[in-house]
Structures are given as C-alpha cells and as structure tokens.
C-alpha cells in the first residue's frame, strides 16, 4: 500500500486437512527429503495398522483401519502435515503463498485490480492440479479472498 499497490489475498481453507493426508503420498515425499531406512520404516509403522471407532449413545461401533490421514494431537502430526504440504509453492508461477499448519494465503499486488484477480485466479487453478495430485481439496465455502488498498485505489476502475 504504501508503494499505491492494491493487495490481493486468498485464505484457502482446505478439507478436513489432517484428516485425508495421503500415506503413500506422505511416505514418498519424505523419503525425498532423504529420510530413509530404519527412520523412513519408523514412520511406514506409525503411520500403519491405526484404527478407530465410535461410540453413540453408549454404543461402540466396530473399530475401522484408518487408510488415509495423520494424528491429531501429537507432536508429530503438525510436523507430518506441514512435509505433505511444503511443495505446494512450487506450483504457483506469480503468486505469493504464506503457510502455517493447515491455513494457507496467496497474495499479490498490482494497481490493477484485474491483473489481481487473473493472477489469484491462474495460481488457484494451479493449486486445483496439486490438491487433486495430492488428494486434498478445498472447503470452497470457508475459502475468502479480499483486496486490501486505500479508499481511492479501491475505487478506482
């Protein structure tokens, strides 16, 4: 703003994030990041064999093996989380992104509203491939974007 730019800002809220963590997808890109061997099968055991289950009105259901995702209230699993999403960057070619844990922002700036919202567009089409390669997706209801400049940039067509 204080160079007369307007800012651009998409807050992505992503589906049930923790939750849909793919295990194969999570195990492959750590093994990219060179953990490997008795480390990389640590992590093939911690993320196996979990199950869950339910309990309504005093009734258990039948515990399920859970396939997909990371657990929640663990030191680890912001950890897990934040290795499965650390190459979304990558697939942004104008955009800004700023992340932490499951919240994630694009952010651009021109004096163009238009060029704006055609680069936040391009870039989220962007994220659309990656999150569909990495079988997360967008909780489109809770995802907003703003501009945010003066009242006359604003205004300004």
């Known amino acids: 703003m204080d160079e007369g730019l307007i800012n651009g800002v998409v ?6 994030a923790f939750d849909t963590v793919d295990h194969g997808i999570l195990l492959k890109k750590i093994y990219l990041y ?27 259901s039948e515990p399920r093996t859970i396939i997909t995702g990371i ?29 932490f844990a499951d919240d994630t922002q694009l952010g651009t700036a021109n004096k163009d509203v238009k ?6 567009n391009d870039d989220l089409a962007n994220i659309s491939v990656w999150m569909a390669a990495n079988k997360l997706s967008l909780n489109k209801s809770k995802t ?14």
């Open 144 to 157: 907003e974007y703003m501009f945010i400049g003066s009242h006359q940039k604003l205004k300004r067509p």
């Open 11 to 16: 807050f992505l809220d992503l589906n049930k």
């Open 71 to 99: 657990p929640q209230g663990s030191i680890l699993g912001p950890l897990l989380f934040l290795v499965y999403i650390n190459d979304l960057p990558n697939c942004l070619k104008s955009a800004d992104c700023d992340m």
């Open 34 to 60: 060179g953990v490997r061997g008795r480390a990389h099968d640590w992590f093939r055991s911690y993320l196996s064999n979990r199950t869950q289950y339910c309990q309504v009105n005093g009734k258990l």
């Open 115 to 120: 060029v704006i919202s055609e680069t936040l």
